[in-house]
């Protein structure tokens, strides 16, 4: 492992399922006739996006299974889970557990290198995509138990893959080769970086109105990557409002994941929705003015 790497937390490990997985998804857009995508291939992949992203990934996994931001039935809780596989990022179960060592670490002063953003561009491209931790003490994050032993979650980080396939083998048959290709492998290529990304920049460059008091990160808010990312990139409000399913604070931070849940509670779908209003974290202190940053990579 590399030097600056070394922690008492945990090892961090290269991932050869992480990497060939990204590099698998990356190679099969040259098999994609970029002439032949039609109208049908955009509104297809659109609608893929809202549920997969939207609902799979930003309002079910994120804002509701970790955050708790939210109560739902089990069946909305199943589905969302299955529309995150789909969104072809990877085993469920593992991604809720390294959000649970990020943000453990991120609140803190001692936070490991591997997750602090003091590193370039590049370096997070390495990192975040081809290397993994995996923690010494399972126990200290404070994961709940429910969610360690919840069936779906179970099932799914074990047949994640198989799933994706028969989706795609669908697809295969419906719409053909190229249709498939970019609902799956260019999407997913487009999901994965486009997470890494929003994740690394909001870190690095925008604007804040809190700091969170003792934590090494804080994150920044950006009014085009939060748009484009169902609201994940109003990052600043998230860390200082993290059990809150609304990631938008003001009327100029468009937060689509925010409208989804709106739109699920008035269907009954979800209930007890917690917004930043009713629960300020006392640790997230509000700047004086808005503090900016400039993008630095
Ligand atoms: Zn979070
Ligand atoms: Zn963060």
């Known amino acids: 492992?590399?030097?600056?790497?070394?922690?008492?937390?945990?090892?961090?490990?290269?991932?050869?399922?992480?990497?060939?997985?990204?590099?698998?998804?990356?190679?099969?857009?040259?098999?994609?006739?970029?002439?032949?995508?039609?109208?049908?291939?955009?509104?297809?992949?659109?609608?893929?996006?809202?549920?997969?992203?939207g609902i799979g990934h930003s309002v079910g996994l994120h804002r509701g299974i970790i955050h708790k931001s939210y109560k739902t039935t089990k069946g909305f809780r199943k589905i969302s889970l299955y529309l995150f596989v789909l969104t072809g990022l990877g085993n469920p179960l593992n991604w809720l557990k390294q959000h649970y060592f990020r943000d453990y670490w991120q609140n803190r002063k001692d936070c490991p290198r591997y997750f602090q953003y003091k590193h370039s561009l590049i370096t997070d491209y390495f990192w975040n995509l081809h290397l993994t931790f995996i923690p010494k003490d399972l126990n200290r994050y404070n994961i709940p138990e429910e969610d360690l032993s919840d069936p779906t979650l179970l099932w799914l980080s074990k047949t994640w893959h198989v799933n994706y396939i028969a989706f795609m083998a669908i697809f295969y048959f419906l719409l053909g080769i190229n249709s498939m290709l970019v609902a799956t492998c260019l999407r997913t290529t487009i999901i994965i970086l486009g997470h890494w990304y929003i994740?690394?920049?909001?870190?690095?460059?925008?604007?804040?109105?809190?700091?969170?008091?003792?934590?090494?990160?804080?994150?920044?808010?950006?009014?085009?990557?939060?748009?484009?990312?169902?609201g994940e990139g109003f990052h600043n409000n998230h860390h200082s409002y993290p059990t809150s399913a609304k990631f938008s604070s003001k009327w100029y931070e468009i937060d689509f994941g925010w409208m989804l849940v709106w739109l699920l509670s008035k269907l009954k779908i979800i209930k007890n929705v917690k917004t930043q209003d009713a629960n300020l974290k006392p640790s997230a202190i509000p700047h004086k003015t808005v503090i900016w940053k400039l993008p630095k990579f």
């Open 1 to 53: 492992m590399n030097e600056t790497l070394k922690t008492n937390a945990g090892t961090i490990n290269f991932s050869w399922k992480k990497t060939i997985w990204l590099y698998l998804m990356m190679l099969s857009i040259i098999f994609i006739d970029f002439s032949i995508i039609g109208w049908h291939d955009f509104i297809i992949n659109f609608c893929l996006l809202f549920l997969t992203v």
């Open 199 to 230: 994740g690394y920049a909001s870190h690095k460059y925008g604007y804040s109105r809190h700091k969170i008091k003792g934590a090494d990160e804080s994150g920044y808010n950006d009014v085009l990557l939060g748009l484009i990312s169902f």
